[in-house]
T-cell receptor, first 116, second 112 residues
């Protein structure tokens, strides 16, 4: 089956640094990818929808200058957490949709970010 | 407003027992409904995807039902195993171009 790969799976950084997380669809092209964050014991929260070749659409309350999303190709989207602070520590997950709106949605394994 | 409500919020059952999780939605127009299993610290994994015309779909010990008239879906787990302990997420998609709406999930704990 289709696979979505996320990297890194875990990252620890100092406050004030920027961290980039990659999301790749390994065997299909994804015009649309999604980024979520998840706090412990809580549900997934959609942060933004990433469209290949165009600007991402951010959910209300998500700072676009804080969470930079780039979807440069049909198989790669990146999320950069800029000037990370401890409150940005969370589990970040991406998903990629195969095909159109009714296509299967595949999730990455997630990236655990810890900001010291 | 498009919403997806899941119940119960959490559930504890004994190994070997059956259980049913509920998902009610108000998303309209409707395209499909998906159930995902998310183990702690992992990404969600697809269990089933159902379109408007499908009433039931099985995946091993998991059986999902859909009533598009009442906008309700259920996920039935048969003969539960310890490895079924996870969060189960219901996701509803509107027709082309509309967003995916996520439920908050049901946390299932299976104990021996």
């Amino acid at each position: 089956g289709a696979v979505v790969s996320q990297h890194p799976s875990r990252v620890i950084c100092k406050s004030g640094t920027s961290v980039k997380i990659e999301c790749r669809s390994l065997d299909f092209q994804a015009t649309t990818m999604f980024w979520y964050r998840q706090f412990p014991k809580q549900s997934l929260m959609l942060m933004a929808t990433s469209n290949e070749g165009s600007k991402a659409t951010y959910e209300q309350g998500v700072e676009k200058d804080k969470f930079l999303i780039n979807h440069a190709s049909l198989t790669l989207s990146t999320l950069t957490v800029t000037s990370a602070h401890p409150e940005d520590s969370s589990f970040y997950i991406c998903s990629a949709r195969e095909g159109g709106a009714g296509g299967e949605l595949f999730f990455g394994e997630g990236s655990r970010l810890t900001v010291l | 407003k498009n919403q997806v409500e899941q119940s119960p919020q959490s559930l504890i059952i004994l190994e070997g027992k059956n259980c049913t999780l509920q998902c009610n939605y108000t998303v309209s127009p409707f395209s499909n409904l998906r159930w995902y299993k998310q183990d702690t610290g992992r990404g969600p994994v697809s269990l089933t995807i159902m379109t408007f015309s499908e009433n039931t779909k099985s995946n091993g010990r998991y059986t999902a039902t859909l009533d598009a008239d009442t906008k309700q879906s259920s996920l039935h787990i048969t003969a539960s195993q310890l490895s079924d302990s996870a969060s189960y997420i219901c996701v509803v998609s509107g027709q082309a171009g509309t967003a995916l709406i996520f439920g908050k999930g049901t946390t299932l704990s299976v104990s021996s």
